[in-house]
């Protein structure tokens, strides 16, 4: 009998869907004594990885939970593709509302897309570091208030200058779409799930228009 044969795969435990979103961390007393390989010494560390039926893995979650977290994505993102767009059609208004130029008012989207480069320097290494899931909600957040703020601004260098902040913070679905959707995916089946989140993709910035 191999060594694989003989590692014994703990039960599955369910863990209360509150807690995986309150508790990062998940610890189960599974995971807590299992036999990882490695003595714990600096010269031969802990192999840390996932424990077979871990679930906190999302290699594990049931297909239908894979496709919800990828359409909600995929929905975050084609929000934040319609908030980047979507200025253009009252652009009008707003040279007339706080009179200034069209190149001035065309800033409200430039300014945006420019946050669209600087948030990924941020948001891609702090998922890595902190999680996804508290950065989107997080993130999201802030890109709600900026441009409630925007809604509101009483002059275009507030305007303009809260744009830029809700594209710095809108680049977070951008940004770490594509990799919620290989942590839940293997390589096999990767291709359908970024085929649909793609194809939501490509049409985001038609109704903005």
Same mark, same amino acid.
């Given at each position: ?24 961390? $998940? ?8 036999? *990882?390989?490695?003595? $714990?010494?600096?010269?031969?560390? *802990? ?42 059609? $009252? ?13 001035? =008012?065309?800033? $409200? ?24 899931? *508290? ?9 709600? =208030?900026?441009?409630?703020? #925007? ?44 085929? #649909?989140?793609?194809?939501?993709? =490509? ?7």
């Amino acid at each position: 009998m191999s060594d694989a044969e003989n590692i014994e795969v703990p039960a599955r435990t369910r863990i209360p869907y509150w807690r995986l979103v309150a508790d990062q961390a $998940g610890i189960t007393p599974e995971v807590q004594n299992y036999k *990882y390989d490695g003595s $714990g010494t600096e010269e031969d560390p *802990y192999r840390v990885k996932w424990i077979p039926n871990d679930p906190r893995n999302p290699m594990t979650f049931s297909l239908v939970k894979k496709w919800f977290i990828t359409m909600t994505v995929a929905l975050t993102t084609l929000a934040v593709a319609l908030v980047s767009s979507a200025y253009t059609g $009252g652009i009008r208004e707003i040279i007339m509302e706080f009179h200034i130029s069209q190149e001035v =008012a065309t800033l $409200g989207v430039s300014l945006f897309v420019l946050g669209f480069a600087i948030g990924p320097l941020l948001w891609a290494p702090l998922s890595e570091m902190f999680g996804r899931q *508290y950065l989107f909600i997080g993130t999201y957040a802030a890109l709600t =208030a900026f441009n409630s703020g #925007c809604a509101g601004a009483q002059n275009a260098q507030t305007l303009i200058v809260l744009r830029f902040f809700a594209g710095a913070f809108g680049s977070s679905p951008l940004t770490n779409a594509g990799g919620t959707i290989a942590d839940m995916f293997p390589a096999s089946q990767r291709g359908l799930a970024m085929d #649909c989140f793609v194809a939501r993709g =490509a049409e985001n910035y038609v109704p903005g228009i």
